[in-house]
């Protein structure tokens, strides 16, 4: 078992091991008085994992009830959110109650926003079974309920009292899920990590303890210094704007893993084709998403690929902060001009 701490505006740990769902109220009640615990979960973790930890709460003494929604982005809306809410009015939770994250990032984030906004604020636990979830939005405290608009704008900063990650969850993953987490893992060691290649080199599944806590630990590092992602925070965007702009032209049946695959490639390789960054660098990044079973290219050109990109919303005004690695392990902001996205993308276009 491994403990990570956070030290943001609040603290909490991130332990991290192996069948830890049947320990969940031991590790609850180390941090939670005795309290009503509502699970909120997806039907398909619930069919998988609700019982285990139901059963573990209720040993420590805690109250359990369950709010199970249907799995999938869908289900992350105001529609969900308010239905939430109003249970837990109906249930009678009061503000020294608590929610419980049981899932992917959609439940992660929808859970953590009703406990941001539920009576102006109640605590909430995480229990991340996607690898993505597990090594990005289960830590950090960002919470979301997505609108018609667009994703996650309607949100908070809300951080959790613990998380409470068992990677044995992680075997019932799909290849394709496990692997849309993998994106995420290699985006760590491509933004200030290289040392964390030679764990890739050998195997994510293979070291998965060692990986968690790595990613979580560097996530950590950043969070602490920006916690309200005014500046260094949105290094974690490394292959997002692209990836965004992939994911939006494929109608979303390329996965966010992949395209986030894709546009670490591109910002990498317009990176070497521009002289900033090594390109035997890129040969290790192309080396490292193969073998992690993503893809690395696609048939978007250029100019559909930068219109697309400046639909993000973190555009702002006439220029785009975009994530360059000018070395594995060395990846920085640069803020740059609208007009020359398309220039840059091309780049990164070159020589594939
Ligand atoms: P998800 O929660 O939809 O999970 C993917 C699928 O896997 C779902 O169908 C789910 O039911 C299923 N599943 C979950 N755990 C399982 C398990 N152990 N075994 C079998 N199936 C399981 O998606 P995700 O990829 O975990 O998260 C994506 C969401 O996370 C997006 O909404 C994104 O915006 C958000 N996100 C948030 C942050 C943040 O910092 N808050 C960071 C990155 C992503
Ligand atoms: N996943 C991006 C962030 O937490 O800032």
């Known amino acids: 078992m491994t ?6 505006s609040t603290s909490y740990d991130i332990i991290i091991g192996r069948d830890l ?17 509502c699970i909120v979960t997806d039907d398909t973790v619930a069919s998988l994992y609700l019982e285990t930890v139901e059963a573990s709460l209720c040993a420590s003494g805690f109250d359990t009830m369950r709010f199970i929604f249907s799995h999938g982005e869908e289900s992350k809306n105001t529609h969900t959110l308010v239905e939430l809410l109003e249970f837990l009015a109906a ?13 992917g990032g959609v439940v992660g984030d929808l859970c953590g926003f009703a406990a941001a906004v539920y009576m102006r604020g109640i605590k909430f636990v995480q229990i991340p079974t996607t690898l993505l979830a597990a090594v990005d939005s289960s830590v950090g405290g960002k919470t979301a309920v997505d609108l018609r608009a667009g994703k996650n704008l309607m949100g908070a900063f809300h ?15 799909t290849p394709e899920i496990f692997a849309d987490g993998c994106a995420e893992v290699i985006k760590y060691g491509v933004i200030n990590d290289k040392d964390f290649f030679e764990i890739f080199k050998k195997g994510i599944k293979e070291n998965i303890e060692e990986v968690i806590a790595r990613c979580v630990a560097n996530k950590r590092d950043i969070v602490e210094k920006d916690e309200f992602d ?9 292959g997002h704007t692209i990836g965004h702009a992939i994911e939006l032209l494929s109608d979303f049946t390329i996965t966010h893993g992949s395209a986030v695959s894709i546009g670490m490639v591109i910002v990498t390789r317009a990176a070497v084709n521009t002289g900033l960054c090594p390109k035997e660098d ?7 998403l193969n073998r992690a079973s993503l893809p690395v290219e696609c ?7 930068a219109s697309a990109a400046l639909l993000d919303k973190k555009r702002s005004g006439g220029s785009i902060t975009l994530v360059v690695p000018y ?26």
Do not use: H, M, W
């Open 299 to 305: 048939n978007f050109s250029a100019e559909e690929l």
């Open 327 to 352: 070395a594995l392990g060395d990846s920085r902001l640069v803020k740059t001009p609208v007009d020359k996205l398309c220039e840059f993308i091309s780049k990164g276009l070159e020589g594939a």
């Open 21 to 37: 769902l049947k320990n969940t109220g031991e590790l609850c009640a180390e941090v939670l008085k005795p309290c009503k615990l």
């Open 282 to 288: 890129l040969e290790l990044l192309l080396d490292t």
């Open 3 to 8: 403990t990570v701490t956070v030290n943001a």
């Open 159 to 173: 951080q959790p009292t613990r998380v409470i990650c068992d990677y044995l969850t992680l075997d019932t993953l």
């Open 91 to 103: 249930s009678g939770l009061t503000r020294s109650d608590c929610l419980i994250a049981l899932g």
């Open 230 to 238: 005014s500046g260094k925070r949105q290094l974690l965007n490394l």
